[in-house]
């Protein structure tokens, strides 16, 4: 699905058409991050739109936060809202041609938004960003969507099969904290590298 380009996610944004985008930070990862003790984890967010779980992270005091996104207009954005933030940490690129090494990578609608046929691609990519014994955590939908455009939907059972080969799955269960549209559509995900 080639047409997924760097301007069609701009153009989005730039006509307000994100409705994944909460406004804010998930209540699932928000629950989550809350309980990181370590400020000095290297966490990458892909595919991160406005990213305010960089925003929440940030101002708890985790200093090596990267959010990188295809789309230049939502990095625009949180530069904005958090002028203080480093503009080194974020990353206008391709998520497949990204390269570093994370303690910590965050999911929020990044996996839905890539076509199917990627995701594949997308387990591999993230197997060889992260550090030995490093984290894959967030949400997914456990829900079918769409077919044609994103966001793109899945289940447990498919993620599983896809992901069990390279990472060990410490969770994979509904979420119990979903915002009310996403209620029963979410699963919230802790995946750690195999090494």
Same mark, same amino acid.
């Given at each position: 699905? /080639?047409?997924l380009t760097d301007?069609?996610?701009?153009?989005?944004?730039e006509?307000?058409?994100?409705?994944?985008d909460?406004? =804010?930070?998930?209540?699932?990862l928000?629950?989550?991050? =809350? $309980?990181?003790?370590?400020?000095?984890?290297?966490?990458?967010?892909p595919?991160?739109? /406005?990213?305010? &779980?960089? &925003?929440f992270?940030f101002?708890?005091?985790f200093?090596d936060v990267?959010? !990188?996104?295809?789309? &230049?207009?939502p990095?625009? /954005?949180?530069?904005k809202?958090v002028?203080?933030?480093p503009? /080194?940490q974020?990353i206008?690129?391709?998520?497949f041609e990204?390269?570093?090494q994370y303690?910590l990578i965050? =999911?929020?609608t990044?996996f839905?938004?890539?076509?199917?046929?990627?995701r594949?691609?997308y387990?591999?990519?993230?197997?060889? !960003? !992260?550090?030995?014994?490093?984290?894959?955590?967030?949400?997914?939908f456990n829900?079918?969507?769409?077919?044609n455009?994103?966001?793109?939907?899945?289940?447990?059972?498919e993620? &599983?099969?896809?992901?069990?080969?390279?990472?060990?799955?410490?969770i994979?269960e509904?979420?119990?904290?979903?915002?009310?549209?996403r209620?029963?559509? =979410?699963?919230?995900?802790?995946? $750690?590298?195999?090494n």
């Amino acid at each position: 699905m /080639n047409n997924l380009t760097d301007n069609y996610w701009n153009n989005r944004y730039e006509t307000n058409d994100f409705g994944w985008d909460v406004g =804010e930070v998930s209540l699932p990862l928000k629950t989550y991050i =809350e $309980q990181l003790h370590h400020k000095n984890l290297t966490i990458l967010i892909p595919g991160a739109g /406005n990213a305010y &779980e960089a &925003e929440f992270l940030f101002h708890k005091g985790f200093q090596d936060v990267n959010v !990188l996104d295809f789309a &230049e207009t939502p990095l625009q /954005n949180i530069k904005k809202r958090v002028p203080d933030f480093p503009e /080194n940490q974020l990353i206008h690129q391709d998520f497949f041609e990204h390269q570093g090494q994370y303690d910590l990578i965050l =999911e929020q609608t990044f996996f839905c938004a890539l076509h199917p046929s990627l995701r594949a691609r997308y387990v591999q990519h993230m197997y060889q !960003l !992260l550090k030995p014994n490093g984290k894959l955590v967030g949400v997914l939908f456990n829900d079918v969507l769409n077919d044609n455009k994103p966001p793109f939907g899945g289940n447990k059972q498919e993620y &599983e099969d896809l992901f069990s080969s390279s990472f060990h799955i410490k969770i994979m269960e509904p979420c119990y904290n979903s915002i009310k549209p996403r209620q029963n559509r =979410e699963l919230f995900i802790m995946m $750690q590298k195999q090494n």
